[in-house]
């Protein structure tokens, strides 16, 4: 059963900082890897997508990373703002076994840019 | 660009009532997933659907019933509602193809009193 985890579960910094947030999953069957921001009681907004065969993505300040044979990826935001507080969601797209196709999530990395 | 959209936003019931949520994916995208998202937890897979079949099934109650339609909309339904289903109620569409990712409509708050 495909596991995700995120590290660390919260994270204040200052703006203007650069930081990286973690995600690991226990199996590398995957065809993608997803990151999500979510704001306190809205949607999921789609950060990057990350296909099995690529290692990173860029989006602006954004960059994600994916090594998917020792199942981790990173999600580096750099010159942090107080515009992204937010809950940050990895997810992968199983495939195989009995959760193909299916979206496993990590519990989520809180972070808070203070101005 | 259209997105995923999910009705109603916000929606309050009492235990043991009935409530249905919709969802209208984007055009073209043909599967359909419903995900549940406790107060301070990731989203759980309910179940899903491609072209009109259902393709999936997650941790589910009985209680709950979904389906598909014609127009690729999909209606997820709850009866004998309980305080444990208050939660945000995702649902998320793609092509089919699991390797395009996902897009996410902005969820319906459900609250149970």
């Known amino acids: 059963k495909q596991e995700v985890t995120q590290i660390p579960a919260a994270l204040s910094v200052p703006e203007g900082e650069n930081l990286v947030l973690n995600c690991s999953f226990t199996d590398s069957a995957i065809y993608n890897l997803q990151w999500f921001r979510q704001d306190p009681g809205k949607g999921l907004t789609s950060l990057l997508l990350?296909?099995?065969?690529?290692r990173e993505q860029t989006s602006g300040r954004l960059n994600a990373s994916l090594d998917k044979s020792s199942g981790r990826s990173t999600l580096y935001i750099a010159a942090s703002q107080p515009g992204d507080s937010a809950t940050y969601l990895c997810?992968?797209?199983?495939?195989?076994?009995?959760?193909?196709?299916?979206?496993?999530f990590g519990q989520g990395t809180i972070l808070t840019v203070h101005p | 660009a259209a997105g995923v959209i999910q009705s109603p936003r916000h929606l309050i019931k009492e235990k043991r009532e009935t409530a249905t949520l919709k969802c209208y994916p984007i055009p073209r995208h043909d599967t359909v997933y419903w995900y549940q998202q406790g107060p301070g937890q990731d989203p759980q897979f309910l179940i899903s659907?491609?072209?009109?079949?259902?393709?999936d099934k997650g941790s589910i109650p009985d209680r709950f019933s979904a389906q598909q339609f014609s127009d690729y909309h999909s209606e997820l339904n709850m009866s004998s509602l309980e305080l444990g289903d208050s939660a945000l109620y995702f649902c998320?569409?793609?092509?089919?193809?699991?390797?395009?990712?996902?897009?996410f409509g902005s969820g319906t708050r459900l609250t149970v009193v």
């Open positions: 997810a992968v797209v199983n495939a195989g076994g009995t959760s193909y196709g299916k979206l496993t």
């Open positions: 659907f491609y072209e009109k079949m259902q393709s």
């Open positions: 998320a569409s793609s092509t089919g193809t699991p390797g395009y990712g996902y897009t």
């Open positions: 990350i296909q099995s065969s690529q």
